[in-house]
């Protein structure tokens, strides 16, 4: 046996540290341990990828146990059974109390194992899968550094199993397809691979393996560093692979490919982004409820990037000691000293998730993006939210492998908080892993502020009926207010559905408002307008693999002709002495023409919430005149009052910018002593929108180029049509590349004036 470093330098330290910090990390090892020396399995390991609560029990001899058993008629038990995380509680149980029953449980498990499970043609599909035989070598070996110092180790055993370690080195080698190349699979195997050739001094293998991580890494890995499959449990279980294999490298002093480094610093960052203020994975597509803020500290150290540092965690995880030791904790330490906690809205662009950040915690993830894998759900334009560590809307959750209706139900659309059409699917699940129609995300854009944040997004799953289904977030920050806008496009009538699915608590149906009460969090979510059907339901919903619970859904139902808006306000509380909220839909009119335009052509919401008030209101997409496009020729102005108004400004300086052969005006923009806002842009021969928000910048985007000047308002105009931007004359010219990095539309306009 090779003399490798892998894991803590002193097991005995970690379980002594473990103890006296996490002795709830103790009790539950050794109540998975003594029901292990009873030959009773269940798989409830933090990082269990497919947790089993209900026990299997065999007899007493150790022969009785069927190491291929697959009960409850889901194969995910017998591969669990042979990743042997039963063999690392066992071997951490006799660290934490020395008794000697508990290496006599592993020492005939895995004689009986290495005895009777043979690698044949068969068993290659389940206890010998590849993915199970990697991280079963990884398991072994944790194993082995944990029993170091114990009798048990006789110099037989350990050459029987590194015989055996030797046969998985070599079907690991062998064991390669192409479709390991981009899955989570390949990173799984390959990392037992690397760790079997520090082990077993297989330079062969260590290079092997390493090239195909580097390889899968380049594929599987966005630009953003969110893993492809769009799972963020895959996405941990990936890096927490590849952390193994750079700090095994590290403390053995070899060299990786660079790609390697890199791409586990790049999924550290997404994950830092990607996780609820609680330091919680979202239950997007097959994912858990997991605690993953251990993943962030290993990487923290190992890259000395103290912008990984998670919220909350001010000593090493139980996971990060028997892992890296307790000697690591004056490192991170350290790291604190100089970390910033994460508060500002982030966008993952090429994953397509959004993550915005208020007070209190507060948060708000929007999905519009790719499928991914067979692990990806139905969920385009989903939406989650929570405050105060308590999730208020929630992802359905996967719950199952199984192909069996409550898999298909659970990856729908109708199992996620977004709209539907018709009462059809805009992509539909054909079983357990595969679909007949997927729908194509068009990933809209996104703008971050201090007073308020905007995304949006759309997707082509009603391509055939003609439609086009797009959402639009306003998340009113100082107000933890979120206002949805959602749009449907297209002739005829159509029945229009919004879902919305409620975390743990208590919920209630008033009117057109669901009040929301959990352990000491409350909120409410009102469905602004008229015709509209609530009907709030039981649903079911999983946190984690193999749990079912029955939470509450809400499901909105109108029914609209051509184009038309959906408003609903989302009120996020701390607890139930925040002020309630009231929102209510404003009438917006052309105040020359003194008519008020319909809920097609443009929507005006007003929210009050103690003492403040903010007016937040849409733009039409598109106009609706036919034969061809009404372009914007609107001012929006900001009174006392109850209307919104769009009019003519009194006053305005041109600027005039060529654009082709059409002409574009922009008047300028203005705030008069009465905090009133005059805006007009006129446009021919172009699909175009506004965007304005009071933070003293003018900008327009174009070409990837900010433009901009002081005192006035921020005006976004954004063309579908590629143009060019000359300098503006007469005004002051800033040019950087846009925050978006690509032409974008930003519909809305937002005022801290009082209406």
């Not at 007493?60 to 039963?86: C, K, Q």
């Not at 005939?108 to 599909?125: K, N, Y």
């Not at 996967?398 to 977004?418: D, F």
């Not at 995304?455 to 055939?464: F, I, N, R």
């Amino acid at each position: 046996m090779n003399e490798s470093r892998l894991w803590c330098p002193d097991p005995a330290a970690a379980a002594q540290a473990c103890a006296a910090q996490y002795p709830q990390d103790r009790a539950h090892t050794l109540e998975i341990a003594d029901e292990i020396c009873q030959h009773i399995f269940t798989f409830r390991d933090h990082w269990e990828m497919e947790r089993v609560r209900t026990p299997v029990a065999f007899g007493a001899e150790v022969s009785s146990i069927d190491w291929a058993l697959v009960p409850f008629g889901d194969p995910e038990w017998v591969y669990a059974m042979n990743r042997h995380t039963s063999f690392v509680n066992l071997a951490k149980a006799w660290l934490y109390t020395g008794e000697a029953i508990y290496a006599d449980t592993f020492a005939a498990l895995v004689d009986d194992w290495i005895s009777r499970v043979p690698l044949t043609e068969q068993s290659s599909t389940d206890t010998w899968r590849s993915l199970e035989a990697g991280l079963r070598a990884a398991n072994w070996l944790r194993v082995l550094r944990l029993f170091h110092s114990s009798s048990i180790l006789t110099p037989e055993r350990q050459k029987q199993i590194d015989a055996c370690l030797a046969v998985h080195g070599e079907y690991l080698a062998s064991a390669f397809h192409d479709f390991h190349r981009l899955s989570n699979w390949g990173v799984l195997q390959d990392h037992g691979l690397y760790l079997l050739g520090l082990h077993l001094n297989r330079e062969d293998w260590c290079t092997l393996a390493a090239e195909r991580i580097a390889q899968n890494l380049h594929f599987s890995v966005f630009a953003d560093g969110s893993h492809w499959e769009q799972s963020p449990l895959y996405h941990c279980e990936v890096l927490q692979c590849v952390l193994d294999v750079l700090w095994a490298a590290k403390q053995n002093s070899r060299t990786l490919p660079a790609g390697i480094g890199e791409k586990a610093h790049s999924l550290c960052r997404a994950l830092r982004i990607w996780l609820k203020p609680n330091g919680h994975l979202l239950m997007q597509s097959d994912s858990d409820d997991v605690d993953a803020r251990d993943l962030l500290v290993s990487g923290a150290l190992l890259f000395q990037d103290a912008s990984l540092c998670p919220e909350g965690i001010s000593a090493l995880c139980a996971e990060n000691l028997w892992d890296l030791g307790p000697e690591q904790q004056a490192a991170y330490s350290a790291l604190l000293s100089s970390a910033q906690p994460l508060h500002s809205s982030r966008m993952l662009p090429d994953s397509g998730n959004c993550m915005l950040r208020g007070g209190e915690d507060s948060y708000v993830h929007m999905h519009c993006g790719c499928l991914g894998s067979g692990h990806g759900h139905a969920d385009l334009l989903h939406v989650d939210a929570g405050i105060a560590g308590e999730d208020v809307l929630i992802d359905s959750g996967r719950y199952t492998y199984v192909n069996t209706p409550l898999r298909r139900e659970l990856k729908s659309p109708a199992a996620h908080n977004t709209t539907r059409v018709d009462d059809l699917d805009f992509s539909t699940c054909l079983d357990s892993w595969g679909y007949s129609a997927l729908a194509i995300p068009i990933k809209g854009d996104h703008r971050f502020t201090d007073p308020a944040d905007y995304v949006s997004g759309a997707h082509l799953g009603y391509l055939k009926q003609g439609l086009l289904p797009m959402r639009k977030l306003v998340f009113l920050k100082e107000l933890n207010v979120l206002l949805l806008f959602d749009q449907l496009f297209g002739e005829g009538r159509h029945t229009f559905e919004q879902n919305f699915h409620f975390g743990e608590g208590k919920t209630a149906l008033e009117g057109s408002t669901v009040y929301w009460k959990g352990q000491h969090a409350c909120a409410a979510l009102q469905c602004l307008g008229s015709d509209a059907q609530l009907r709030l339901h039981p649903a079911p919903y999983s946190r984690e693999y193999n749990t079912l619970l029955e939470g509450s859904a809400l499901t909105v139902q109108r029914t609209a002709e051509h184009f038309n808006w959906f408003v609903t306000a989302l009120h996020l509380m701390p607890d139930a002495c925040t002020a309630p909220m009231h929102a209510e839909l404003l009438p917006v009119s052309k105040l020359r023409a003194g008519v008020t335009l319909p809920d097609a052509q443009a929507q005006a919401v007003r929210v009050t919430v103690g003492e403040k008030k903010l007016c937040c209101s849409g733009l039409p997409f598109r106009g609706h005149q036919r034969g061809r496009p009404a372009f914007f020729r609107r001012i929006l102005r900001l009174r006392q009052g109850t209307s919104l108004w769009l009019c003519t400004p009194p006053r305005a300086l041109p600027c005039v910018v060529s654009f082709f052969s059409h002409l574009l005006r922009f008047l300028s923009y203005s705030i008069s002593q009465h905090k009133k806002l005059h805006a007009q842009h006129l446009v021919d021969g172009a699909d175009m929108e506004l965007f304005a928000f009071s933070d003293n910048l003018f900008c327009l985007y174009q070409d990837q180029t900010l433009i901009r000047t002081q005192r006035i308002v921020s005006v976004g105009i954004v063309s579908r049509q590629p143009v060019r931007v000359p300098k503006l004359q007469g005004v002051e010219n800033h040019s950087s590349h846009s925050p978006s990095g690509y032409c974008s539309t930003l519909p809305f306009a937002l005022s801290s004036f009082g209406l």
